[in-house]
């Protein structure tokens, strides 16, 4: 079971609370859990990842176990803790000013 | 008695604005979507209880909602907008050639007739249509790939197609306005496009009266005089009698002839509206006066309408979405500002009072006028 924090405003969108948890089938990795993550909600698909291309959005952030997952590989597994539900992933909207 | 709805885009969410026909008291409802930048919402003339909207964010990209009851709620509908076959490139800011990207919907148009169809006008400049009440989207490609797409050249806001044009006398015909490419025409119901820019005059490009490179910023037609269009480009307000053929200059006695908005009266087709605006660079009114500019002459003649508008210290922008007339006997003008009011007149504009004030920077206003 992976646990996904969204941004306020994609719970809102997504009409869930906080943190979302999902059953991944195959070994936990960025792509896998978005997948389910939009196959569970549909609203999300082109919120998180650009729609055709799959490639997460400039101003969106992934973060777990305090590291920045970013720029890892969306094939990368995922850190242990999250694999195993004790740490959340969060998605993050990046800060920007104004 | 009938009743105004306004609706309301703003850079934080949409506003739904409603009164009795009397237009004295507004109840305001939203935000809705809040937090989210809503470019554009409209109602579907065949149903009034049908609204589409553009909601959008630099950071989660996409989303358009729909409502079938009037704005109490909404529902997401399709966000995939992709474009037709190999997208090809338009120019940069540069003059480099630069990749087709979609960014945002700017415009929504629903058809006149059915309340399942509706176009979208979309930054890279596209035009989408939608026949399952915004399900599933595609791009009517006709209109980039009719020979000077890789021509155009972004405005400052970006390169947006931002004006859709419904012709009521020949379903086949619809105009659309692209910054900063121009105007444009279909006669088949989208399949096919040409410019339609003869007579504009830009100084902005190298070629001031080139066929495509102008930054029109709004175009409008009164339903009874589908031929005549008027036109507020960047600098100069136009007039088409010969829908979009040839354009001539009606600026006439305007103090400026820069803006963006520009509307025509519900039941005087040669009464038109614009909100003059200093310039290029300073995008506030004249003087810090805030004034529409009405012409009961199709042009030329122009008078300042400032009663209950801010006649000093007043240094907002009216946006190209941003105005409206109701269908009410006595003609409701409306229009948003980035300073967050929403002004309305009841009576052709002679007076004009705030409906509301304080929203977030207004993006985009239309009015439904309903039974």
Redesign the interface.
């Known amino acids: 079971m992976i646990r996904v924090v969204l941004?306020?405003?994609?719970r809102?969108?997504a009409g869930t609370g906080k943190e979302i948890r999902l059953e991944v089938d195959g070994e936990p990795t960025q792509r896998l859990v978005l997948d389910t993550l939009e196959s569970a909600y549909p609203?999300l698909?082109?919120?998180?990842r650009?729609?055709?291309t799959k490639r997460r959005?400039p101003?969106?952030r992934f973060f777990a176990c305090e590291e920045d997952l970013s720029h890892c590989s969306p094939d990368e597994p995922l850190p242990g803790p999250v694999v195993r539900g004790t740490e959340p992933l969060f998605v993050v909207?990046?800060m920007?000013g104004g | 008695m009938t009743g105004v709805r306004v609706l309301v885009g703003t850079r934080k969410g949409a506003f739904v604005l409603t009164s009795d026909g009397m237009r004295d008291a507004w109840d305001v409802s939203g935000p809705f979507f809040s937090g989210w930048e809503v470019y554009h919402l409209k109602g579907s003339p065949a149903d009034p209880g049908r609204l589409y909207a553009s909601q959008s964010s630099s950071w989660s990209g996409q989303v358009i909602q729909r409502s079938d009851d009037g704005g109490a709620s909404w529902q997401p509908v399709g966000n995939t907008f992709s474009y037709a076959g190999v997208p090809g490139t338009h120019q940069w800011y540069d003059g480099t050639p630069h990749p087709w990207e979609f960014a945002r919907v700017w415009h929504l148009e629903p058809a006149l007739d059915d309340p399942d169809t509706v176009y979208a006008g979309v930054e890279d400049a596209a035009l989408f249509k939608s026949t399952d009440a915004g399900l599933t989207w595609s791009e009517l490609a006709g209109l980039r790939g009719h020979g000077s797409g890789s021509s155009w050249q972004p405005g400052a806001g970006g390169m947006c197609l931002h004006t859709i044009v419904l012709d009521p006398s020949l379903p086949e015909r619809m105009f659309a306005a692209i910054s900063a490419a121009g105007a444009f025409r279909s006669d088949d119901a989208g399949q096919t496009w040409r410019p339609v820019n003869r007579g504009l005059q830009s100084q902005g490009i190298p070629d001031s009266d080139a066929e495509v490179g102008h930054c029109v910023h709004r175009i409008a037609m009164h339903p009874d005089r589908p031929s005549v269009l008027f036109m507020q480009k960047h600098w100069d307000v136009m007039r088409s009698d010969d829908a979009g053929e040839s354009w001539h200059e009606i600026s006439g006695n305007l103090p400026t002839d820069f803006g963006f908005p520009i509307d025509v009266h519900a039941h005087e087709p040669e009464t038109i509206y614009v909100v003059p605006i200093t310039s290029d660079s300073l995008h506030y009114p004249p003087e810090g006066k805030l004034r529409v500019y009405r012409s009961r002459t199709g042009g030329d003649e122009w008078q300042a309408l400032g009663t209950g508008l801010p006649a000093s210290d007043c240094y907002i922008n009216v946006l190209r979405e941003a105005m409206a007339v109701d269908g009410l006997q006595d003609c409701g003008i409306y229009f948003g500002t980035t300073g967050g009011q929403v002004y309305g007149s009841a009576d052709s504009g002679d007076t004009w009072e705030p409906l509301v004030r304080d929203l977030p920077r207004v993006l985009s206003v239309e009015v439904q006028t309903l039974p």
């Open positions: 941004p306020q405003h994609l809102t969108l609203v698909k082109g919120t998180i650009d729609a055709a959005r101003f969106v909207g990046a920007a």
